[in-house]
């Protein structure tokens, strides 16, 4: 089970799983909500994040970016996995993940959702894949925060209500900015390996300083030297802050 934690880097899974809870809660709040489409939600939520994850493991080792010597992501330079069967894995909760959003769709009678989740799922393929990869072009940070952010919420919301709520993108900014939050911390300690590597990401090219200020801008929150430490303790801050916003909304209801 630990190998699986590893590879599917369990520490970024509430990056997902706190948005799902907080889209139905601002259901919740407009008088719409179903057990099936959350436990629905949650799951498909769950598997496309975590094929986004092997997806970016498997083309962070083919483009040289995860070293044995320098990468904290040891799912393919431990050989915990083949490449070939990680990218497998991958494409199969992809498929997943879109056979459920299909499901919903079609079953809660909102097409407007498979819009929404072909742009997510292109955010999360071609963050590192084939094509553009943004990510190495210094613009994964919007594009987490977008896919993060108000496209699961406001996703989620669309799911349960039926329709496109504003308060569910409203309450996206600030939990979409902490998603973004563990992924600067986790670029602030790949900078030298991504530079290496000949990419730029938007922590290199802040530089440290910046990228720390960058940092605190997003999470209020930092530790200097070693910038590993960040990325489980942010990734446990949105869980907890995505819980209490939930909480917040479901109270003041």
């Known amino acids: 089970m630990k190998k699986w934690f590893i590879i599917l880097r369990a520490y970024s899974w509430p990056a997902s799983l706190a948005p799902v809870i907080l889209g139905s809660v601002v259901a919740w709040r407009h008088g719409a909500f179903s057990w099936l489409d959350f436990a629905l939600t949650f799951v498909a939520a769950f598997v496309v994040h975590s094929a986004a994850n092997l ?42 993940g879109g056979a459920i959003g299909l499901l919903l769709a079609f079953k809660n009678g909102v097409p407007s959702l498979i819009w929404l989740g072909a742009a997510g799922f292109a955010l999360a393929w071609f963050y590192t ?63 030298r390996g991504d530079g290496e590597a000949g990419f730029t990401t938007l922590a290199a090219a802040l530089g440290p300083r910046g990228a720390l ?24 801050m949105v869980a907890v802050f995505g819980l209490l916003l939930s909480a917040g909304l479901y109270i003041a209801a």
């Open 55 to 96: 997806a970016n493991t498997y083309f962070d080792f083919k483009n040289g970016v995860d070293r044995p010597e320098t990468a904290d992501d040891r799912g393919l330079v431990d050989n915990l996995m083949t490449p070939r069967a990680m990218l497998l894995t991958a494409l199969g909760l992809f498929a997943a």
């Open 129 to 191: 894949g084939t094509g553009f990869a943004y990510k190495y072009r210094t613009l994964g940070d919007v594009g987490i925060f977008f896919a993060f952010g108000p496209a699961i919420v406001t996703g989620t919301a669309l799911i349960q209500a039926r329709a496109f709520l504003p308060e569910a993108l409203w309450a996206s900014i600030p939990l979409g900015l902490l998603v973004v939050g563990i992924l600067h911390a986790n670029n602030m300690r790949d900078a």
């Open 213 to 236: 200020k960058f940092y605190y801008a997003l999470a209020r929150l930092a530790e200097r030297g070693d910038y590993s430490v960040l990325v489980p303790e942010t990734g446990k």
